[in-house]
């Protein structure tokens, strides 16, 4: 699932790609700008918290012209009154008039590199319903994919964020070097939600490559409920029957086997009270005399 | 107050078990809105919420004139459903609808409601069921317990009751059956009038309040009107009240700006809801928010609360015993309208499945544990004033 993120047919996607300060989610959020710009697709990118160069390294030559940047790094607040994008933008009819200024025949891709940055200048019930906008200007633009650091943000505004989004990533890091596990939770306009757990790493030319899981050497989950061998296999006693035996067993009559007339008579509900009904066993000795009449009393 | 039907008799009926077709004759100085009856527990006026299996969990159905609050799930898939079966319900009885919402349009909304399935192909009663003729060679007639053939097999689910409608979940409801309904929207992101947010008392929910203020008294649902001789009810929906997306930070910060917005509104809603016919369910995505004591206040300002809790993404969904469900069902809260005693249901452990058709809520029921490790208590241990010695020596 992870591969085929961007493969969602259904406008007005929001990615959000969560990761700590232990294992950085630039790299897989880079791997996604590759693989857009590969197929065609024009990307934007808000920049707060990394230089133009940093996210322009590894992407493919070929086709870097539909890589479009927009600096928001070096001058964020806007100092300087110089600078050509600042945090006070982030509204949805700035970030739209943007994306339009590029000639586009198709919509677009949106990067905001990254989230955690607008959220802390901004009110994150507001940033919450500007998300919801751009989301919903499908005509501009596609998908948004968001970096969020959920380290640096309280519970409720990250789950508030990803409340919102359709796909959430979590990225975290392993034991083993340059690996990594991200688990993607997915949720469709229908209601149905997937999620998968995947191992993966990524080399600085971008190729992403998903393992197996790795052996691990430490954490070993004791498996709680062992898988019971089963009881009847080595006992000095014989348990099971063959065929001839069960064929046997089957055919012995049980006590109180009726008739199938009885049966039928027994299973309809009678009205009336009690009904004794006598069926003579093959022992039963039914004999008409009354024993009395030989006492002399 | 709730509208409240006037009876000549009362049978009382303790056991809630079995679905009663007991009809309680009545004077007919109201008259009888179609979609509602008198409940049979307390003799409020109830509706239908769509999905049966629920109306037999809070006892029989919702009051008019109350507040269901139904606490989501983690991604909302299911607590959408259940706002969609109220509105379809809402579409077949004919009753007006007011649906707010301010993430997907309620346009959206309204195109995915089920459809019904109105040929009523209602099952009997399991009791009249015809005596099966045995078949000895049968694989199913049983050869030693043969007595116990003819009795109906025992139910999870709970019975089929003569109120409310069957849905079909695979099928959307057909257009011009959607259009036979009233439907008022109410959209937050195309609402013009912004009024002033920090002064007033409900915050960001201002605008919607007074919205359903002027539908109630334009439509004439409190009795304001004299003209309106014909009384419907009115189905108030509101999606997601709480979340970021309404403009209230009660989700996102532990220390919200308005504090008391949403419980504010809450108060306000159910003041309108009792003097008028209508019913409300609201969906509030409680796990999100911070503040817990938040919580249990939105709780006590309504009158039924439920809380999803699906299986998705937790360890359960792994869980043998709850493979057959997609999640728990837990009622926090019913209420007590004009008696002592409210309709308890008498079982706590309630599971619902969503299958391709239908959502139902069941009975959760956990299989005996058979398994060598558990343990049995064989004696009752005498509590410590009992006799120590067993032996009684007279």
Redesign the interface.
């Known amino acids: 699932m992870l591969l085929s993120v961007l493969q969602e047919k259904e406008a007005g996607g929001f990615v959000v790609i969560q990761d700590t300060a232990s294992y950085s989610g630039r790299q897989l959020l880079k791997y996604y700008i590759n693989c857009a710009i590969k197929s065609e697709e024009i990307v934007h990118v808000l920049g707060f918290e990394v230089p133009e160069q940093e996210i322009r390294k590894g992407l493919d030559r070929n086709y870097v012209h539909l890589f479009h940047f927009h600096n928001a790094y070096s001058d964020p607040l806007g100092w300087t009154k110089q600078s050509s994008f600042r945090v006070k933008h982030f509204t949805t009819p700035h970030i739209i008039q943007l994306v339009n200024k590029t000639q586009n025949a198709k919509a677009t891709i949106l990067v905001i590199d990254s989230l955690s940055w607008v959220l802390r200048h901004h009110n994150p019930a507001v940033i919450c319903q500007e998300l919801q906008k751009l989301k919903r200007a499908e005509g501009s633009i596609r998908m948004t994919f968001g970096l969020l650091h959920k380290d640096l943000h309280q519970q409720g505004i990250v789950g508030s964020i990803c409340h919102l989004a359709s796909t959430v990533i979590s990225v975290a890091p392993l034991d083993i070097v340059d690996s990594a596990v991200a688990k993607t939770t997915q949720r469709k306009k229908s209601g149905k939600v997937m999620q998968e757990d995947n191992f993966f790493s990524i080399k600085d030319d971008l190729i992403l490559s998903i393992q197996n899981k790795p052996s691990q050497s430490g954490h070993v989950k004791a498996d709680l409920d062992t898988n019971e061998g089963d009881p009847a296999s080595n006992l000095t006693f014989n348990l099971r029957l063959s065929e001839a035996e069960r064929e046997a067993k089957e055919k012995v009559a049980l006590p109180f086997v009726f008739s199938q007339e009885k049966k039928s008579a027994l299973l309809r509900p009678s009205q009336s009270s009690g009904q004794i009904m006598y069926e003579p066993d093959a022992s039963d000795d039914f004999d008409e005399e009354d024993p009395d009449d030989d006492l002399d009393v | 107050m709730a509208a409240h039907m006037n009876s000549m008799e009362k049978l009382y009926n303790l056991s809630s078990n079995n679905a009663t077709s007991f009809q309680k004759k009545t004077r007919s100085k109201l008259v009888s809105i179609p979609g509602t009856r008198p409940s049979v527990q307390n003799g409020q006026l109830i509706v239908s919420t769509g999905v049966t299996s629920l109306d037999y969990v809070i006892g029989g159905g919702l009051a008019v004139g109350t507040l269901l609050l139904i606490e989501e799930d983690q991604?909302?898939?299911?607590s959408?459903?259940l706002l969609r079966y109220f509105l379809a319900e809402g579409v077949v009885c004919g009753h007006e609808l007011f649906l707010a919402s301010?993430?997907d349009h309620p346009e959206n909304i309204m195109q995915m409601l089920p459809s019904p399935i109105l040929d009523d192909n209602v099952s009997t009663d399991q009791g009249d069921r015809p005596?099966t003729?045995?078949h000895?060679h049968d694989p199913d007639a049983m050869?030693?317990a043969?007595?116990y053939?003819?009795l109906p097999k025992f139910q999870t689910t709970f019975g089929s009751s003569l109120f409310g409608h069957c849905y079909d979940l695979s099928k959307p409801m057909e257009q011009q059956v959607r259009q036979a309904a009233k439907c008022h929207t109410f959209y937050l992101?195309e609402e013009k009038t912004a009024a002033k947010e920090s002064s007033h008392l409900t915050g960001p929910y201002a605008g919607l309040l007074q919205c359903i203020q002027a539908l109630i008294q334009k439509e004439g649902f409190d009795g304001s009107s004299s003209q309106c001789t014909v009384r419907n009810v009115l189905r108030v929906c509101l999606h997601s009240l709480g979340?970021?997306?309404w403009?209230?930070?009660l989700?996102?910060?532990?220390s919200p700006t308005h504090y008391h917005a949403l419980t504010t509104f809450l108060y306000a809603l159910r003041a309108l809801l009792r003097s008028s016919l209508s019913v409300a369910m609201v969906t509030v995505?409680s796990?999100?928010?911070?503040k817990r004591v938040i919580m249990e206040r939105i709780t006590k300002l309504s009158d039924t609360t439920l809380t999803l809790e699906s299986f998705?993404?937790s360890e359960k969904e792994t869980n043998p015993l709850y493979k057959d469900y997609h999640g728990l069902l837990h009622i926090r809260q019913v209420p007590h309208l004009n008696c002592l005693l409210c309709a308890i249901p008498d079982t706590k452990d309630l599971a619902f499945k969503l299958k391709r058709k239908q959502f139902t809520i069941e009975k959760l029921h956990l299989p005996p544990d058979l398994s060598e490790s558990v343990s049995r208590v064989s004696k009752v241990e005498l509590p410590g004033c009992g006799p120590t010695s067993k032996h009684l020596d007279f």
């Open positions: 991604s909302d898939s299911y959408q459903m301010a993430q005596p003729p045995l000895l050869k030693i043969w007595r053939q003819n992101p979340s970021a997306l403009g209230d930070d989700c996102c910060s532990e995505p796990h999100l928010i911070q998705q993404g």
